[in-house]
Each structure stands twice: as C-alpha cells, then as structure tokens.
C-alpha cells in the first residue's frame, strides 16, 4: 500500500527528551563553586521525555482517481506540516518558559548567596569595627591616663617653681625693706642736717635783711623828711590825705551803710533799687548811644530814691560808687576800653548829684592810693593792707601781677573821668589838677619805693589820659612826660621791671612819631 510519505518523515519523528542542566552553586562559608544538576538544585523535579503524537494514516481507496489522491495527499502533508509546526511553538514556548524559571532560580539563589555574604561580610565588619573601636577606646584611655599624670607632674613643678619665686620675692622684698629703711634712715638724717643748715643759713639771712630793711628803713626816713623839708612834694600831706579818705569810708560804713541795716524797711527798700540798677552796669558796652541810654536809666532810678529818704539817697550813691570801682578792677583787666563807659556814668553822676563825689573820692582812694600819690613801703602786713593787698590767708597774699593789674584797672577809670572834666567843673581828685598831681608825686615817689605796681598804673594813665594832659598842661606837660618815660625808667632799669619797659616803648613811640597810644574812642 502507497501512503504518499516522505522518505525521511519517520526519522524525523523522534522522542523529544528535555536535557537536564547542571547549576554552579557558591559556597559563601568556604568560598568554593560547585556544579549540582538541577534535580538537586531546583525543586527535584524530573523532567520526563514527551512522546510526539503520531496519528495513523488512514488507507485511501486505490480506487480514487489520481486528483483525488493528491488532493488527499497534499491535505494529508498540510495536516501534518501545520501540526508539525503547532508542536514546534509549543515546545519553543515549552523551552522558554523552562529556561526563564531556570534563570530567575538561578537569580534567587544567587540572591539567597549574595544576601548570605552581604551577612557575613557585615558580620565581620562589625566585628572588626568593635574590635577598631575596644582599641581606640583603649588607647584613649591610655592617653587621657598619660595626659593626666603628664598634668600631675606639670602641677607638681609649677607649685615648685611658684614656691620657689614666692620665697624669692619675699626675701627679696624683706631686703627691699630693710634697704628701703636704711635709705630712709640716711636720707631723713641728711634731711634733719640740711634743715638744720637751712635754718641756720635762713636766720643768718632773715638776720641780714631785717638788717638791710633797717638801714633802708633808716635811709627812706631820711629822705622822706629832707622830701618834707623840700620845696617839692610834701609826702606828709599826702599821708594826711589819705587817712582823710581812709575816715571817710569810716564814716560811711557807721553812718550809712550800718543806719539802713538798723532799719528793715528802709534796707528792703534800697535793695529792690539796687536789683534794678546792678544789671546797668553789665550792660554797658562801647556804644555811646547804648551807654548814655543805661545812663539815663540810672539816673531815672536814682531820682525817686533822692525825693524819698536822704539815707536810701546816700546808701544808694555808696553802692554805685562800689559798684563802678569794681567794674573797673575787673573789667577793665580784660577789656581796657570798658573804662570809657565806666567814667562816663560817673561823670554823669558827678554832674547830677554833687554829694556823689565824697563816695566815689573815697572808694577810689581806698581801692587805689596811688592816684593821690600815696604810697607805703608795705614792709609790713599793715602797709600791704593800707595799700588794698588781697589777703586770703596768714600768709596767703594775691599774685604781684593780679594785684597790679587790679589796682591799674582802677587808675584807668580815674584817668579817664579826670580827663573829662574842664577847668571851671572839676570834683574832687577828679580833674585835670588831680591828674598833673598823680603825675608828680608819682615822679617825685622816693626811687626805693618804686614798685613795679606804680609803672604799671603810669602806663595805663598814659594810654588813658596823656593825650589830653598834654592839651591841658602844653610844654609842662612834655617835660613831666619826658621824665617819665626817660629819667624815671632810667632810675630803675636794674631792677628790670616789666612795665617799666612797657612805658619807655610808649614813651618812645611818642618821642620818635609825635602820636601818644590812647585808648580807642567809644562808637557813636
């Protein structure tokens, strides 16, 4: 019987037999690889072969004709190549599935290896790190152990090294002492021997001045009494008058000034007058126009106090009188053209109320003698005092340059009221006549007696009021000026003066350009 078949179809129909792989397996605790079949390795599953389905050809009819046997055989080959193909897929697909469980085993296993070692690798490392950190926990024991006895010792000699400085510094310091002692001991008896030679040499010296003053003394009485019996100045009336002045202000102080004080009302009365008028004067400025104002209003206080009682009248004049003097020896030291204003308020008063010259006469004098030509040795503390010598203390006196300039500020305002008063009004020590006499008894003045005091007043009489005395007295006026600034200063250059000087340089300013330095005129 023909079946149409291929001479190869029987042979390619075989059993188809799964072959079975071997695993290679890591051994993470020996480190070794082995191959193991994966019966062994893989869930012990057998794979068993697969029989291929061989149906049996059905026997045709050889009656068929010869379209009908190829038709059949050909359907029979496209039955047979369709389902050839069908069991190929399928044992593809078969394949593929095994091997993807084979890989993703051999992935977890692999897995299962590796999380096995990562283990042991941690273990180890954890084990090494415990061991790292027991050695440097030791070590830094050992160290803090070692700093620690290091820092023991350090104390130990530090305390040692201070023992020995402290004991050091105090044998030092005891030998300090006791040197310290010696020196004082030796320097207080060198003291003790230079006092006692100072003493000594002092009253040795007290002893030779008090000598010396005795024969100057002597030699200035002298002089003084041949002066009285001169046809020049008679110093005894000079003396006289000053001791006139002296019992005014007296008189003024038990008459005036002590009567208001014994009378409570009157004293409140004349204190409110003195509130308003005290502010006057610190206002008066180089104005003439601003001066003659505040002029003004003085005498507008002062009027009333005339009309209502003669005492307040005279307690009033006093305090002006007091007030101008001691602008005039603060005032005038730092600002000279301030005694320009000054006089004339005073001559104002002068000219309005007459009983006002016998206080301002006194106070001047009392505050500045020698505007009248007085002046006193001052050997004494009686002499300083009577020559109005500031005393703070037992032996505590103002400065020689407060006391000149004080005293000078005063002769400023004297010169330059008695400047401005003509030769039919004058008042008292204040005019032209009072002037020429402060001139020349300044002049006449035993040159023993001459102080530095007296040049300083010349030359603030000079820039006051020299002008206008060589107006006044014309060629007698050059001659005692002259005198002044040639012979006078001549007379005392060795004792070096320092107005002194400063009146032969004005001195010969005028001799050399004719112009006499005068105080600045006031503004209009």
């Known amino acids: 019987m023909k079946f149409a078949l291929p001479d190869d179809l029987g042979n390619s129909v075989v059993m188809a037999v799964d072959q079975r792989p071997s695993i290679e397996t890591f051994d993470s605790s020996t480190g070794s690889s082995s191959n193991l079949p994966t019966d062994l390795a893989i869930d012990n599953r057998a794979i068993h072969a697969r029989a291929v389905p061989i149906y049996p050809i059905v026997p045709r009819s050889v009656y068929s004709s010869p379209d009908d046997n190829i038709k059949s055989m050909q359907t029979a080959i496209n039955d047979y190549t369709s389902h050839y193909i069908e069991q190929r897929r399928n044992e593809s697909i078969e394949r593929d599935m095994y091997t993807a469980e084979l890989i993703q085993t051999v992935i977890n296993l692999s897995q299962v290896n590796i999380s096995k070692f990562n283990e ?33 010792q350090r104390r130990l000699k530090e305390e040692a090294r201070l023992k020995k400085l402290e004991e050091e510094r105090r044998k030092k310091k005891e030998e300090e002492e006791r040197k310290e002692k010696e020196r004082q001991r030796i320097e207080a008896e060198r003291k003790r021997k230079e006092e006692e030679r100072q003493r000594k040499e002092e009253e040795k010296i007290k002893l030779e001045k008090e000598q010396q003053k005795a024969l100057e003394a002597e030699e200035l009485k002298k002089q003084q009494e041949k002066a009285r019996n001169s046809n020049f100045t008679d110093f005894n009336s000079v003396e006289k008058e000053f001791y006139k002045y002296k019992n005014d202000i007296e008189d003024i102080k038990k008459n005036v000034k002590e009567q208001v004080n014994q009378n409570k009302e009157l004293k409140r009365q004349v204190n409110t007058h003195k509130r308003k008028i005290n502010p006057k004067f610190g206002q008066l400025s180089s104005s003439l126009s601003h001066t003659e104002q505040l002029t003004s209003e003085v005498l507008a206080l002062v009027d009333p106090v005339k009309q ?108 330059v009221l008695s400047r401005m008063q003509s030769e039919h009004q004058e008042y008292g020590i204040f005019s032209n006549a009072s002037s020429w006499q402060f001139a020349a008894r300044t002049l006449n003045t035993n040159v023993l007696l001459l102080r530095n005091t007296h040049f300083e007043l010349l030359a603030n009489w000079w ?20 005198l002044m600034v040639i012979e006078l200063t001549n007379a005392v250059a060795d004792k070096k003066f320092p107005s002194a000087a400063r009146l032969r340089l004005l001195g010969e300013e005028w001799l050399n350009s004719g112009r006499i330095k005068s105080l600045k005129e006031m503004e209009a």
């Open 120 to 152: 042991q690798v941690d273990n180890r490392i954890e084990s090494q790190r415990r061991e790292v950190q027991d050695i440097i926990a030791k070590e830094k024991e050992r160290i803090r152990l070692e700093q620690e006895e290091q820092e023991r």
């Open 308 to 415: 209502f009682d003669d005492l307040a009248f005279k307690w009033i004049l006093n305090y002006i009188a007091k007030a101008i003097v001691h602008q005039a020896e603060t005032e005038v030291i730092v600002r000279p053209f301030a005694a320009l204003p000054l006089a004339i308020l005073a001559n104002r008063l002068l000219t309005r109320y007459s009983e006002f010259e016998y206080f301002l006469s006194a106070r001047f004098v009392k505050k500045c003698p020698y505007i009248i030509g007085f002046t006193d040795p001052m050997t004494t503390v009686e002499g300083r005092l009577r020559m109005n010598w500031k005393r703070f203390g037992e032996n505590d006196w103002e400065s020689e340059v407060k006391y000149d300039e004080r005293v000078a500020g005063i002769c400023t305002v004297w010169a």
């Open 463 to 482: 820039e006051a009021g020299a002008a206008q005395f060589q107006q006044v007295f014309g060629r007698q006026a050059i001659k005692v000026m002259k």
